[in-house]
């Protein structure tokens, strides 16, 4: 009797499935920026997609100022022996002096303000000796400071009409500042996306509920409400739903007509029990599933109208890779923001692998080593199954292993992509 091949070793057609490339190409030919626009005051703004470009309008500084508390001269009055000034004036931050320094005079000044018209060098306080004689006082600064020495040029940070930021950019606290330093209070953002949460499946139940066997509690939601803090958006929970085509069915019409983003969890494979597939070709259009990716291999991608509906595998560590290598730069992208790919360095391994499946890409959960020389290395976490969340605890990231690569050797070069890189911390 021949039988069919058995299909158990389900790796067999990775060559027939998409590639990751191919997935990734997929998503930014056929998906642009939907999010409107919105002015938030700068508090509100951190981590938001900028929906304007930021340019200086003046210098920053404003004007020439001290880097330390001490005293400011002519360095023209200054030679070899250093220099003696009768001290003219005293200058705080925020009280700019009007009157110019006179030859062989020095001002007493502080960190941060304004140089008096005319000079141009500041010597450190503990540099300098200070003396009275007759009713005045005087400054003795040493030798060997050059000109303009603790002088903090005006424009030096930025210069008036330069480009600081542009549209797009995701901001980070220190944009926030630069933003602050122009003196603008707000800026025009991209609004966040609404995007709706759903877990599938019978066997599921929130944590604060009791369990019986074959139940499982549904940790993708709080992984996936964790991973969507990494992107402007709004999240509604719309619960489990069960394994039901009417139920789910009716639950993705009506969330397609309120959210921008409908991200799932489980269903996605190809079990009668799995209806978000069928759901999604009845209701929208599927331009992606099936990719030659290991963990992640059900990823989902497609519309119901005009919502985007991205459909993550149920194991949670595909559910987490799938939604940092697609879910995340999608919605950066819908969001305004770049379609940015990860962080990536490359490094040596930590470990072997004798045999690798060719044609598939696989990220294996990964964490930074020393080795015997010091060096940083690549080490994988020693258990691949998709559904150990341990894995993904002990991570400092993934390792990328590319199709052609059937085997590594200790010592071969890796690419570790950093969850920092995406944002988790
Ligand atoms: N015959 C085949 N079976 C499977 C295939 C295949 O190609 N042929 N693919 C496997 C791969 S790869 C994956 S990944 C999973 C993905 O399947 P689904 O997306 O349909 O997920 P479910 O079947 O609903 O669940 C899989 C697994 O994950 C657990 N799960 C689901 N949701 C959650 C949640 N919210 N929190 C925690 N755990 C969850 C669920 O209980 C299952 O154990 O399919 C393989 N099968
Ligand atoms: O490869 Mo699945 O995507 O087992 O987790």
Known sequence: M???????????????????????????????????????????????????????????????????????FRHADFDESGGFFRLQQRIAAGHASAETLGPWAAARIFTGAVMPPGADTVAMQEDCETHSQDGEEFVIVPQGLKWSANCRKAGEDVADGTSILTAGQKLRPQDLAAIASTGQAEVCVYRKLKVALISTGDELRRPGNLITVGDVYDSNHYLLRGLASTVPVEIEDLGILKDDMATVEAALRDAADRFDVILTTGGASRGEEDHILNVLDVLGNRHMWQLAIKPGRPMMFGNIGACVFLGLPGNPVAAMVCFLLYAQPVINLLSGGAFREPQAFQMPSAF???????????????????DDEGRTVAQKFIRDGSGLITGLREADGLIEIPEKVTAIGKGDMVTFLPFSGFGIR
């Open 2 to 72: 021949t039988g069919k091949p058995l299909l158990d070793d389900c790796f067999l057609h990775d060559k027939d499935r998409l590639r990751h490339h191919e997935a990734l190409a997929i998503l930014k030919s056929r998906l642009t920026a939907i999010a409107g626009t919105e002015l938030v005051k700068l508090e509100y703004a951190l981590e938001r997609i900028l929906a304007e470009d930021i340019t200086a309008s003046r210098n920053i500084p404003l004007a020439d100022n001290s880097a330390v508390d001490g005293y400011a």
């Open 352 to 370: 072997e692998i004798s045999r690798k499946k060719p044609d598939r890409r696989e990220f294996y959960r990964g964490y930074l080593d020393t």
